[in-house]
Nanobody, 126 residues
Framework: EVQLVESGGGSAQAGGSLRLSCTTSGFTFEDYTIGWFRQAPGKEREGVSCIRSRDGNIYYTDSVKGRFTISSDPAKNTVYLQMNSLKSEDTGVYYC???????????????????WGKGTLITVSS
């Protein structure tokens, strides 16, 4: 059974930090591109960042470059998203997703991942 379990969501002040984790099981971790989408109220889901452990390729959407860092630990089948310098516009539900795709394609698959987590809410207050 495939599972993607997110943790680390919660609330933070603007300028603060949070770290999300996505622990996976049931598929070959290194072969999949794994990462995060987010959806703010009333907005479309947005591809935030992803990583493919097999080759280390990474994608970030422009609005998080320099603030968010994605990493993976294949020994734990877990992907992390360190979020620093948080802004109110980072508020939303963050979904972990996994798919067999190139990292550059990440933003185009915002509803088309092979596997999804249930999502975790991030609230950033200014």
């Amino acid at each position: 059974e495939v599972q993607l379990v997110e943790s680390g969501g919660g609330s933070a002040q603007a300028g603060g930090s949070l770290r999300l984790s996505c622990t996976t099981s049931g598929f070959t971790f290194e072969d999949y591109t794994i990462g995060w989408f987010r959806q703010a109220p009333g907005k479309e889901r947005e591809g935030v960042s992803c990583i493919r452990s097999r080759d280390g390729n990474i994608y970030y959407t422009d609005s998080v470059k320099g603030r968010f860092t994605i990493s993976s630990d294949p020994a734990k089948n877990t992907v992390y998203l360190q979020m620093n310098s948080l802004k109110s516009e980072d508020t939303g539900v963050y979904y972990c997703g996994a798919g067999l795709l190139e990292v550059a394609g990440w933003p185009h698959y915002r509803y088309g991942m092979d596997y999804w987590g249930k999502g975790t809410l991030i609230t950033v207050s200014s």
